[in-house]
């Protein structure tokens, strides 16, 4: 099983940073309305830079002046199960503290192409929903 992390981060704007152990690196992405176990809910994922992995384990403040200035704290983390990866689109199942389940993350066809949606599945491992 890989890991996974959800950072409270209180930088200029507050937002969740979703992390995913995936292929040697922190997979990230900036979720400004924090993740949400409600199938009904669609939650904007900026798609951000790939983190090492030590920082899986990250709470603190970043001094001023440096690349996310603010606080950071770990608002969840635990194992997943990576269920469906293609080009634009995963689905995890997570075994965390607040977030438990099946997730995905697909990608808009929007200029920039960073941003994904955030979505709790309503199924299990073998439906998609």
């Given at each position: 099983?890989a890991?996974?992390?959800?950072q ?10 979703f992390?995913l ?11 400004p309305?924090?993740?949400s ?8 994922a ?5 983190h090492?992995l030590?920082y ?6 970043i ?13 969840d ?6 269920l ?25 066809n ?7 949606l ?9 439906a998609?929903g």
């Open positions: 099983m890991r996974f992390v959800v409270e981060h209180h930088a200029t704007h507050l937002h969740w940073d992390r152990e995936m292929d040697g690196v922190l997979k990230s992405w900036a979720v309305k924090g993740p176990m409600d199938p009904s809910v669609k939650r904007l900026v798609e951000v830079e790939d090492d030590d899986i384990d990250f709470e603190g403040d001094e001023e002046g440096q690349y996310g200035a603010g606080a950071v704290k770990i608002w983390r635990g194992e997943y199960e990576l469906e990866r293609e080009e634009g689109f995963l689905r995890v199942d997570l075994k965390g503290d607040k977030l438990t389940g099946p997730f995905k993350l697909i990608k808009m929007w200029e920039g192409g960073d941003k994904w955030l979505i709790k599945s309503r199924k299990g491992k073998k998609d």
